[in-house]
């Protein structure tokens, strides 16, 4: 008589067991979550090259692709303050800028991607960039220019992912109430609003730029009420 052939056991999984478990250790709404590549498979590679694979600029959080919200406005201060730390950097040559889809790591597993961010030359003898489309450093400087689908949760794993990899001064921007949040670490921050500038300290020594200079540069938008702190 023919043995019957028993299935293999399916091994255990350290991932989440339900999609509400997923998106609540993702911090982000369902809409933003690629199933492609399939969930929990997804490498640095899909996310370097996913504005050409997939079609949507993503960041990678432990094998998923979450797509980066950006609006058109959004990307415009992007390269508005872009410009302004490359003025400064004609005269301080002490590192680059990326845009929004400058890939880097910071902790195993993920792969972020700052609206803007600047990395010293420090990190890079000789000058010298390495191969491949995503940096093993993390920005000295980032910033994250909110968008409607950032949610808080998300942001927070953000911050703390940067400043344990290495990064010493974060910018939350808030473009609706033209605000930005200065953080020095993970946890504490000043708030900015368009009577203020912002400062380079430590990482852009001498770097002075207004918050109304670049927002008015950026024309003319409604501004919202500033949230109750």
């Not at 350290?14 to 492609?36: D, F, K």
């Not at 000789?126 to 994250?144: M, S």
Request: net charge negative.
């Amino acid at each position: 008589m023919a043995t019957l052939a028993l299935p293999e056991p399916i091994a255990n999984t350290t991932g989440p067991a339900t999609v509400a478990e997923l998106l609540e250790n993702l911090g982000v709404p369902a809409c933003r979550v690629r199933l492609h590549p399939p969930l929990g498979h997804a490498t640095e590679h899909d996310a370097a090259e996913s504005k050409n694979l997939h079609g949507a600029i993503c960041e990678l959080v432990d094998g998923t692709l979450v797509e980066k919200p950006m609006g058109f406005y959004e990307s415009h201060l992007g390269h508005i303050l872009a410009f302004f730390i490359e003025s400064y950097l004609t005269h301080h040559r002490l590192g680059f800028v990326v845009g929004e889809s400058g890939a880097s790591r910071t902790i195993p597993g993920r792969v972020r991607m700052p609206d803007v961010g600047f990395y010293s030359w420090n990190h890079f003898p000789g000058r010298a960039l390495p191969a491949g489309g995503v940096l093993d450093v993390p920005a000295d400087l980032v910033v994250e220019i909110l968008s409607p689908s950032n949610t808080r949760t998300e942001m927070e794993q953000k911050r703390q992912e940067y400043f344990a990899s290495g990064t010493q001064l974060y910018w939350e921007v808030l473009p609706e109430t033209r605000q930005v949040r200065v953080f020095t670490d993970a946890n504490t921050h000043k708030l900015l609003g368009e009577n203020d500038s912002l400062v380079g300290e430590p990482v852009l020594p001498g770097f002075v730029l207004s918050i109304q200079e670049w927002f008015s540069r950026a024309g003319n938008r409604p501004v919202a009420t500033p949230p109750e702190a």
